[in-house]
């Protein structure tokens, strides 16, 4: 079943634009972490918050997280082309088993 | 390269048939976890092993069944297959305690 739920399901833009993909989930969660995925490939883990957490910045990325609102939003500044891919979250509530929502692409065009 | 190991690559086959999809997790990882992403139902849990023994399960059919051996590798089984089988099917694995798994590059299993 999906816990997490993103928006927009797609989002193009241009190099250099930001790029803003969000999540909504529905029950309460440990962490919440975001993946990328190149066209069919394997997953790459790309930030965890944890429930304690408001705001997290990795390089260029940086997530935000309501749990108040269950939701959390993943921002991408200065994008390049190398960023196109399917972006996903996924929270974990009980073991360490994620829940992944449906995903974004996002395609960044030179 | 995350260091996890899936084998096949690609796998063809028709209904019916049983198929087994092998994964060698990171040196070390005693937690591996399968899941399959499918174009409708998306990234799904399947089950999540660790050190040998079943830890959690998710939606699993019961056509299918893994395990996890000794030296930590695992398999997944996947029997009596139907079209809607078709679907990349990704290990992950992870060392005791850690909150993010390393997936590996997946299975795609097409299902004639």
């Known amino acids: 079943s999906q816990q997490g739920e993103e928006d927009p399901q797609a989002l193009s833009i241009q190099e250099g634009e930001n790029a803003t993909m969000n999540c909504s989930y529905k029950?309460?969660?440990?962490?919440l972490q975001w993946y990328r995925q190149n066209s069919g490939r394997g997953l790459v883990h790309l930030i965890l918050?944890?429930?304690?957490?408001r705001e997290k910045h990795s390089g260029r990325l940086r997530v935000t997280l309501d749990t108040s609102k269950k939701s959390s939003s993943l921002l991408i500044t200065a994008s390049r082309a190398a960023d196109t891919a399917s972006y996903f979250c996924a929270t974990v509530s009980g073991y360490s088993t994620l829940t992944f929502g449906k995903g974004t692409m996002l395609l960044v065009s030179p | 390269d995350s260091g996890v190991t899936q084998t096949p690559k690609h796998l063809i086959t028709a209904t019916g048939q049983r198929v087994t999809l092998r994964c060698s997790p990171r040196?070390?990882?005693?937690?591996v976890y399968w899941y399959q992403q499918s174009l409708d139902q998306g990234l799904q849990f399947l089950i999540q092993y660790y050190n040998g023994e079943e830890r959690a399960k998710g939606n699993i059919l019961e056509r299918f069944s893994a395990q996890q051996f000794p030296d930590l590798h695992s398999e997944l089984n996947l029997s009596s297959l139907e079209l809607g089988d078709s679907a990349l099917y990704f290990c992950?694995?992870?060392?005791?305690?850690?909150?993010?798994?390393?997936f590996g590059p997946g299975t795609r299993l097409t299902v004639l």
């Open positions: 040196s070390g990882d005693l937690s």
């Open positions: 918050i944890r429930s304690n957490e």
């Open positions: 029950t309460s969660i440990n962490n």
């Open positions: 992950a694995s992870s060392p005791h305690g850690a909150l993010a798994p390393y």
